[in-house]
């Protein structure tokens, strides 16, 4: 397999920014496929197992530019905000895992998670959907006289949902400190992008609300935090929404059900030289002069943290029947 390539070298990041990215890609990665791979595999998960690999570059290189007045509104796919953010392998696991100790409580299995506290709001299923919590969030904040932003986070599948449109409307009318990221994974669920909609990019499809958006290379984390700290200073100055549209790949299927049968594999091919955490560590080579010890190092630590945390969410408790309508609201 040949190296991949960045598209472009940039001296200015330091190589403690860069282990900071890398600790969070492996974490990411390592993780998800201890879930998919093992956990989920033996019966331990609770409910179905959706995955980012090949897609760590985009959480990691916006996430990391959050504050914690900030909001975040992440997909399924972007695990590594949520670990940004503070929240730990331990409730990432537990929540997997159906304990009493998930963030959930039991409650809801998988990603279907957020916190509160850390300004993280549970993942919605239909993606979509968070577009216009995102401009509630970013309204109320406005009301409040706050001046921090919301991160939302979206696939190209979503955009085909009337919500998407509505929601980019109202923050562009509004003028809304959102940073919208756009996870292009060329397939939404199996549907290629030439199914989904009649131009070529999503950024098309932006344009007719007159927000600022651009496309950067998905699995380069250093072109993902130029852009989104583009985005995030537009924003932050009261500039309104922007949105960036990050052409990646979905290594594995839509869940750990999917085979992919659907993707040619010629495609696959193509993306796993774009491996992002390939790329940012050639980068580490090449221009900080960071050697295998350093990679090795940073994977032994995560994989020490997972396996800690792994055996803590084994012994975590399920909930107790007698709770089961507790923390439960109905829907009017």
């Known amino acids: 397999m040949s190296a991949p390539v960045l598209a472009h070298l940039r001296t200015e990041f330091d190589r403690g920014l860069c282990h900071r990215f890398l600790y969070y890609m492996l974490m990411m990665r390592e993780l998800e496929e201890r879930i998919e791979l093992k956990l989920y595999r033996q019966g331990k998960v609770v409910g179905g197992c959706y995955t980012g690999r090949g897609q760590e570059a985009i959480p990691v290189g916006s996430a990391v530019l959050s504050q914690p007045g900030d909001w975040l509104t992440p997909s399924h796919r972007d695990m590594a905000a949520l670990l940004i953010r503070g929240i730990t392998p331990r409730e990432i696991l537990a929540q997997y895992m159906g304990r009493a100790t998930g963030l959930t ?5 998988n990603m279907h998670m957020g916190c509160a506290e850390r300004h993280c709001v549970p993942i919605i299923s239909s993606i979509g959907a968070s577009i216009p919590v995102a401009g509630g969030l970013a309204l109320a904040m ?6 921090n932003i919301v991160f939302n986070y979206s696939g190209d599948g979503a955009s085909s949902r009337g919500d998407w449109h509505e929601g980019l409307n109202m923050a562009a009318v509004m003028d809304l400190p959102i940073v919208y990221l756009c996870n292009n994974n060329l397939f939404a669920y199996s549907t290629p992008l030439d199914k989904q909609m009649n131009v070529c990019d999503i950024v098309d499809r932006v344009a007719g609300y007159g927000i600022p958006a651009e496309i950067v290379d998905g699995n380069d984390v250093l072109a993902v935090y130029e852009a989104s700290k583009r985005a995030v200073e537009h924003a932050r100055s009261g500039k309104g929404p922007y949105f960036i549209e990050c052409k990646t790949f979905r290594m594995s299927g839509h869940s750990a059900h999917d085979p992919a049968d659907y993707v040619p594999n010629s495609l696959r091919e193509e993306w796993s030289r774009k491996d992002p955490i390939l790329m940012l560590q050639k980068y580490m080579v090449e ?3 960071a050697d295998e010890r350093d990679f090795v190092n940073v994977r032994k630590q995560v994989l020490s943290e997972i396996e800690e945390a792994v055996d803590w969410a084994l012994e975590q408790p399920f ?5 089961l309508e507790d923390d439960v609201y109905e829907s009017i």
């Open 319 to 323: 909930p107790d029947p007698s709770t």
């Open 142 to 147: 406005r009301y409040r006289g706050e001046s």
């Open 105 to 109: 409580k039991g409650r809801d299995g």
């Open 287 to 289: 221009e900080l002069g």
